[in-house]
């Protein structure tokens, strides 16, 4: 497939120092507690195996999945599949790894809302600021993404360059 990357925005290291600084402030949060971090497939694989090895408390880890793109644009549907269902009464933080419109992610809040957990928080890696559609708010955010298709560390082209180290835009 054609494609060309435009320009790194976030290096590998860049990535690295955040997600370090995340974890340290969810560990400062949650003290005393144990978190679910609950990654959203398939973007936030890679975000959410590093978070996780930045929180120094006990940590469970559970998948589900939401798709709303296809290509470099919104198909503006959510479908929610596979929720786990023993969401009862953990500190579940939603990982995700962008927050663009925030359609997505307020599907699956209310979904998870709905199985009570003990409290819930979202988690992204990137955000996409100028382009919430919704009241979503991140209680946690990695870094400020601006308005690019973005490619790496998680998040594809059509299923590709989601294993580049860095983040970067790409020429669509
Ligand atoms: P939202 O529902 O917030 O509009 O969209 C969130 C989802 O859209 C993300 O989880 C991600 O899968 C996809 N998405 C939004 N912006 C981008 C982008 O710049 N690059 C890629 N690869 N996916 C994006």
Known sequence: MEFKIKKILFSEEEIAARV????????????????????????????????????????????????????????????????????????????????????????????????????LKICTFLYKKDSVRSNIVPDYYGLICPQEFVVGYGLDYNEEMRQLPYVAALEV
């Open 20 to 119: 370090k600084e995340l974890g340290e402030q969810i560990t400062k949060d949650y003290a005393g507690k144990e978190v679910t971090l609950l990654c959203v497939l398939k973007g936030s694989l890679i975000f959410t195996a590093d978070l996780a090895r930045r929180i120094d408390l006990p940590v469970q880890i559970d998948v589900c999945k939401a798709k709303s793109y296809a290509g470099s644009s919104t198909t503006g549907s959510v479908n929610l599949a596979s929720l786990p269902e023993y969401l009862a009464d953990k500190h579940i933080i939603i990982v995700e790894d962008i927050l663009d419109t925030g359609l997505t992610l307020a599907s699956l809040k209310n979904a998870i809302e709905e199985k009570k957990p003990a409290s």
